[in-house]
């Protein structure tokens, strides 16, 4: 049964102003893969920044990561991990730093020439480390995801939220343990900055 803090909040729409939608339950129907990356399931009328903080709080609190890969619009899924993985630089390879280098220039003009330049860097890469899978969440944002000069492919839409999860998940593995709780709470909170910013 719902209770009081449980039912949509008036700050929560502003607070959601870049996710894909408001209501969690319809990002769950418009992106239903999300489901197969988590089993938190939000409840009836629930805002996703309000999901989000249940889930920092409940038993599996990587599932807030989860969600705001995917919750977050393509462009800004993007920067959020790109900041996330900058606040953790040491557990990064140099190709993952140089991958996000990449992922920055995408952000801040996402052309199509940046995103070409980021897919095809991501796709050429020795090993998918976090920055690598950022990379590719960038590069699976729109355009083809075939490599250039052969007939265009459209990337499905959950496939940048899959992507920055798993570099997003793979970085914080990558933290010591008596720090990543500290470390996931910063990422969460960020993303909640990130929701709502102008």
Not at 3 to 23: F, L, Q
Not at 63 to 80: F, N
Not at 146 to 159: E, M, Q, R, T
């Amino acid at each position: 049964m719902a209770t009081a803090t449980d039912m949509p909040r008036p700050e929560d729409a502003s607070a959601a102003a870049n996710m894909r939608c408001v209501i969690a339950a319809d990002l769950f129907r418009d992106i239903p893969q999300i489901a197969e990356d988590m089993a938190g399931q939000p409840l009836p009328g629930q805002t996703a920044p309000a999901f989000l903080r249940q889930l920092l709080a409940g038993a599996i609190p990587e599932e807030a990561v989860t969600l705001a890969a995917y919750a977050l619009r393509p462009r800004h899924s993007v920067w959020w991990a790109h900041e996330c993985l900058q606040s953790v630089t040491e557990v990064l390879a140099d190709e993952d730093r140089r991958m996000l280098e990449l992922c920055a220039q995408w952000a801040a003009d996402p052309s199509e020439p940046n995103r070409r330049r980021v897919i095809d860097a991501g796709m050429a890469a020795t090993a998918r480390g976090p920055g690598v899978w950022i990379g590719l969440g960038a590069g699976w944002s729109g355009g083809s995801m075939a490599p250039s000069g052969l007939p265009d492919v459209a990337p499905p839409p959950f496939l940048t939220g899959r992507a920055v999860n798993a570099g997003v998940l793979s970085a914080l593995a990558r933290v010591a343990r008596e720090d990543r709780r500290r470390r996931l709470a910063h990422f969460v909170g960020m993303a909640e900055v990130l929701a709502r910013a102008e």
